[in-house]
């Protein structure tokens, strides 16, 4: 049953509605994070964070929908759950190669004992990001916990992302695998630093600084961690998986796995302060 | 009134599914978008002014769940909402396909719009990457499309009613 509407009221409309749709982005994306829309999409992203929660905690088998609830408001199985994650990764940080590289400097091995302890929030992934063009997750902890906006996410397996967006209960964490996410990494054996970028569901491209520096197959590749960034230092990313020469240009490009397992990743680690000492 | 809360009703019903249920069934690695689904089945059935505003605040909606700039679905949808409905009038078979290959190729129309948006807000979305899902999440919807196009229906019809 269609409407035969009037043509010049309807395309009146349309217009309106497309120019406040064109000022709604611009204003947006000028805004940036303190934009005036930024109030609503937290909003938006407490009631999600709701809802994906119900949902996640229904639908997970019954096994872990009593640990969960063992979990809300207990603190000690929080700090169990805490305990474990930060053994996971003192473990993995000494099994990186880096260790041996920066034994050799007395300067780095104090650098090394700092970075051991991390402080932060433990949390359950409880969704993913709804569109098909963005790289995301929601857990079930937000400003409430003490995250905020730009702290990094790690797992048991190596870095995860970093927050975007926190609610009252739930945050949003962008993946590595974002083609926006940008991370300073830094081959183990070299030294050598570079960038490394999403690409989705393919292998991070790392863009080396240096495109003379030796490395090796199946090399790991951990964060460089200078002062002025985001992630924490000695934090895996992945490994080498082959080297992608870019003909006629001076760069070198490196494919790396991501060490976490994006798919099955379950339970994240919030580092929300400086490390301990 | 009626009609407008009834509306309201089924956009923000297929925000929450698209948030919960569909966020994890894929298809080919591709999700749908029940809020491209809903608009372009609301311009079907009732023309392009309400396809036009359905799109707007329905993309709307849809971007203040999402990491990007906001507007921009509600542009993409606004459009594709106004188009379904003003083309949907001079198609005059009565094949419940109809619905079916509209949603299907509006769908990838309009992802693949979105899509370009983002790309000059700065985005990366990467071509091969974008026509490859903008074919999936359309095929996803042209899929749901005899579900849920029948159901929306009854909604419409109801609300219409008097």
């Known amino acids: ?277 | 009134m009626r009609r407008t809360l009834a509306w309201t009703a089924v956009v923000l019903t297929g925000l929450v599914l698209q948030s919960t249920a569909f966020a994890q069934v894929k298809l080919g690695g591709a999700k749908p978008d029940l809020v491209y689904l809903v608009t372009i089945v609301l311009a079907f059935l009732e023309g392009p002014t309400s396809g036009a505003t359905a799109g707007f605040f329905g993309g709307m909606a849809e971007d203040f769940l999402l990491n990007l700039p906001k507007g921009i679905t509600a542009l993409t949808l606004t459009i594709v909402g106004y188009s379904v409905g003003a083309t949907r009038q001079y198609m005059v078979t009565p094949s419940p396909l109809l619905p079916v290959a509209m949603v299907g190729a509006a769908t990838t129309l309009g992802i693949v719009f979105n899509q370009l948006v983002t790309f000059l807000l700065g985005q990366h979305p990467g071509t091969f990457y974008v026509l490859k899902i903008a074919l999936l999440a359309g095929l996803y919807n042209a899929i749901l499309t005899p579900i849920l196009f029948p159901v929306i229906r009854r909604v419409a019809e109801a609300s219409r009613a008097k």
Do not use: C
Request: proline content about 4%; aromatic content about 6%; cysteine-free.
């Open chain 1, 1 to 277: 049953m269609a409407l035969y509407s009037r043509p010049r009221n309807t395309r009146l409309l349309v217009v309106s509605l497309v120019m406040a749709s064109l000022i709604t982005i611009t204003i947006d994306y000028r805004g940036g994070e303190s934009g005036p829309f930024e109030v609503a999409g937290r909003g938006a992203l407490s009631v999600v964070g709701a809802l994906q929660g119900a949902v996640s905690r229904v639908v997970r088998p019954i096994g872990d929908f009593f640990t969960g609830l063992a979990h809300v408001g207990s603190l000690k199985s929080e700090n169990e759950h805490l305990k474990n994650e930060i053994q996971r990764l003192k473990e993995q940080s000494q099994e990186s190669t880096s260790l041996q590289r920066q034994n050799k400097e007395l300067f780095a091995i104090l650098r090394l004992t700092q970075n051991l302890g991390l402080t932060g929030v433990a949390a359950t992934v409880i969704g993913e990001g709804i569109g098909n063009f963005e790289w995301t997750r929601t857990i079930d902890r937000g400003e409430a916990d003490g995250i905020r906006v730009n702290m990094p996410v790690v797992s048991g397996e190596g870095l995860v992302g970093h927050v975007v967006e926190v609610s009252g209960h739930s945050s949003k964490i962008q993946l590595i695998i974002d083609p926006d996410s940008a991370v300073a990494g830094r081959l183990a054996s070299s030294g050598e630093t570079g960038l490394v970028v999403g690409q989705r569901d393919q292998d991070l491209t790392m863009d080396l600084v240096s495109p003379e520096a030796k490395i090796f197959a199946g090399e790991q590749v951990i964060t460089s961690g200078y002062q002025t960034g985001l992630y924490p230092p000695e934090i895996l990313i992945g490994t080498v998986s082959h080297s992608v020469t870019q003909p006629g240009t001076l760069t070198k490009v490196l494919a790396l796995r991501p060490a976490v397992d994006f798919s099955a990743l379950e339970f994240v680690f919030v580092v929300t302060g400086p490390s301990e000492p």
